[in-house]
Nanobody
Framework: EVQLVESGGGLVQAGGSLRLSCAAS????????IGWFRQAPGKEREGVSC????????YYVDSVKGRFTISRDNAKNTVYLQMNSLKPEDTAVYYC???????????????????WGQGTQVTVSS
């Protein structure tokens, strides 16, 4: 059974940092790109970042470039999202997801991901 479990969310002041983790199981982790998404109340789910399975190439939405860093540890079947210089507008539930195998490259398109975690809340206070 494919499982993705997020952790590391919490409450932080603006300018602070958090590191999210996504622990995967039930599939050959090395073979799949993993993405991070977020959804704020009343808004659509947004692709934040993604890291490929092969060459480590990454994708970031413009609003987080220079502040967020995605990485993966294949030995631990885990993807991380280091979030620095957090802003109140980063407040959302953050999800990790597996890119479906028919897609070759990372993207922020929700429909291209086939398995999702349950989410972890990130709240940034001003």
């Amino acid at each position: 059974e494919v499982q993705l479990v997020e952790s590391g969310g919490g409450l932080v002041q603006a300018g602070g940092s958090l590191r999210l983790s996504c622990a995967a199981s039930g599939f050959t982790f090395d073979d799949y790109a993993i993405g991070w998404f977020r959804q704020a109340p009343g808004k659509e789910r947004e692709g934040v970042s993604c890291i490929s399975s092969s060459d480590g190439s990454t994708y970031y939405v413009d609003s987080v470039k220079g502040r967020f860093t995605i990485s993966r540890d294949n030995a631990k079947n885990t993807v991380y999202l280091q979030m620095n210089s957090l802003k109140p507008e980063d407040t959302a539930v953050y999800y990790c997801a597996r890119l479906a195998p028919r897609y070759l490259h990372c993207s922020g398109a929700v429909e291209e991901y086939d398995y999702w975690g349950q989410g972890t809340q990130v709240t940034v206070s001003s």
